[in-house]
């Protein structure tokens, strides 16, 4: 992974991707949040990242951990700011290094559950299955999954998916393990098919920049035959900037390309679904600070 600020430091920039700032969006007609982005990982000062979000009209956002030196950091960032919530898991691509032991997997998980217990902290994840990448064998991301599944169970928090290229095992694991209340499917990859299973069992699909690429005619679709109340919208920043910034640093204040990007798939007003995607972030994250 990469190096990330130290957690009680002053949240200056991160590590970033070495690619230039995308330009400011037009600002949205109405409020609404980046669900899933890794702060820590922007090259930019948290306090400036969010102001140039809210200027966009992207107010709050969801920073994601992914390893427990990024899941301690974006507890504490989130503890900092009242405009951000903090996501903590180990990514499955991190669970081949994440532990030596089953004893240090069980500490692993310990540290996890603890921070996934805070206040401020508001879902388990990102976890999940990656097919595509090897950085770690199938069997140890489905064992890490799995722990994962309950740990969200225990806290009464939302699950947080990373599935790729893993869609079928994902579906049989929650279906087999038994899902917590709320789960979401970050940067959603799967076809209309597969997400009206997701619409069926409840669960909800988060859009990233790839909803606005010239070849997502299938993403679009997926977002078409998704309910509105079941969509979020994120950036998975500094990662996937949508078409119009593609190959620049993301960042949350992009979110605002992708919810047009979602509204046009489902012929909906731009202002609407803004309302909508607020309103599902209360129901699933809980209520913001005021």
């Not at 095992?169 to 076809?191: M, T």
Request: aromatic share 6%; glycine share 6%.
């Amino acid at each position: 992974m990469t190096d990330r600020p130290a957690p009680g430091k002053e949240f200056g920039p991160g590590s970033g991707i070495g690619r230039p700032q995308a330009p400011a969006p037009e600002p949205l007609p109405g409020a609404v949040f980046d669900s899933h982005c890794h702060l820590d990982m922007i090259d930019m000062a948290v306090a400036d990242t969010l102001a140039q979000a809210a200027a966009a009209g992207v107010s709050r956002v969801v920073t994601v951990g992914c390893d427990v030196p990024s899941a301690r950091w974006a507890a504490d960032c989130a503890a900092a700011f009242p405009s951000v919530y903090a996501a903590v898991a180990i990514h499955p691509n991190e669970t081949a290094t994440a532990a030596t032991t089953a004893s240090d997997q069980d500490a692993v998980l310990a540290e996890i559950a603890r921070l996934a217990a805070l206040p401020q902290v508001r879902a388990v994840g990102e976890t999940g299955l990656d097919y595509y990448r090897d950085n770690a064998a199938p069997q140890v991301q489905r064992d890490w999954f799995r722990a994962h599944i309950e740990i969200a169970k225990q806290v009464g928090k939302p699950l947080m998916i990373h599935d790729r290229d893993a869609h079928e095992d994902v579906l049989a694991i929650l279906a087999a393990d038994g899902a917590p209340e709320q789960v979401i499917f970050h940067c959603y990859s799967g076809d209309a098919e597969l997400a009206e299973r997701c619409v069926a069992a409840g669960y909800l699909l988060s859009f990233a920049g790839t909803v606005t690429f010239g070849n997502a005619a299938a993403l679009r679709e997926s977002a078409a035959v998704t309910p509105a109340e079941l969509i979020l919208a994120e950036t998975d920043a500094p990662f996937l900037a949508p078409a119009p910034v593609r190959g620049r640093s993301n960042a949350p204040a992009q979110v605002a390309h992708t919810v047009r990007a979602i509204a046009a798939a489902k012929q909906m007003d731009v202002a609407k679904l803004c309302a909508v995607i607020e309103a599902t972030g209360e129901r699933v994250f809980g209520p913001w600070p005021t």
